[in-house]
C-alpha cells in the first residue's frame, strides 16, 4: 500500500538543520497552502492551510542549503496529524509531511524569483527513515 500527500505553497519560516547524535541531518519547515474562491455572495474568501514538513538525511541537508522563506515549494510526502489540548485547554491540531522529494518552484510569495533552485530537483526515498 502507498499513501502520499503533494502539498505546492509557500514557505513560512526557513528551515532548522540538526543533527541527531548518530550524525542523520534531519530539517523541518513550515509550507502555508492558500486556497482562494469566492462565495454565493461573491465575496473573496481565503483559506490559508499549514503544514509542518520534516526531511531527512542528504534531503534534510539540500533543502537547509535552498529553501528560504517566501520560496514556493512541491513537497511529496508521507502524511500524518497529530492533535492535542493546549495550555488554555483549546484542541489544536497539525497536519505533517515527512518529505519523499521537495521541487523549488522558483516564485517567491508576492511575484518575482528567487535564487535559481539547485542543479537538480531532489528525491529521496531512500532517505526516508521507516
Known amino acids: 500500500m502507498w499513501d502520499q500527500t503533494i ?8 528551515p532548522e538543520l540538526r543533527f541527531l ?8 519547515f513550515s509550507v502555508a497552502v492558500n486556497r482562494t474562491w469566492t462565495d454565493k455572495d461573491g465575496n473573496k474568501q481565503e483559506r490559508v492551510k499549514w503544514y509542518r514538513v520534516n526531511c531527512w538525511r542528504k534531503l534534510a ?7 528560504k522563506k517566501g520560496r514556493q515549494v512541491m513537497v511529496i510526502g508521507d502524511p500524518s496529524a497529530s492533535a ?4 488554555e485547554g483549546e484542541a489544536r491540531a ?5 518529505a ?10 508576492g511575484g518575482g524569483h528567487e535564487n535559481p533552485a539547485p ?12
Open 7 to 14: 502539498i505546492v505553497g509557500f514557505v513560512g519560516r526557513d
Open 21 to 28: 547524535p548518530d550524525g542523520t541531518a534531519v530539517c523541518d
Open 84 to 87: 492535542w489540548i493546549d495550555e
Open 100 to 109: 519523499y522529494s521537495v521541487k523549488f518552484l522558483g516564485k517567491k510569495e
Open 94 to 98: 497539525t497536519l505533517e509531511l515527512t
Open 119 to 130: 542543479p537538480e530537483d531532489i528525491d529521496n526515498l531512500q532517505d526516508i527513515p521507516f
Open 61 to 67: 541537508e539540500t533543502v537547509a542549503e535552498y529553501v
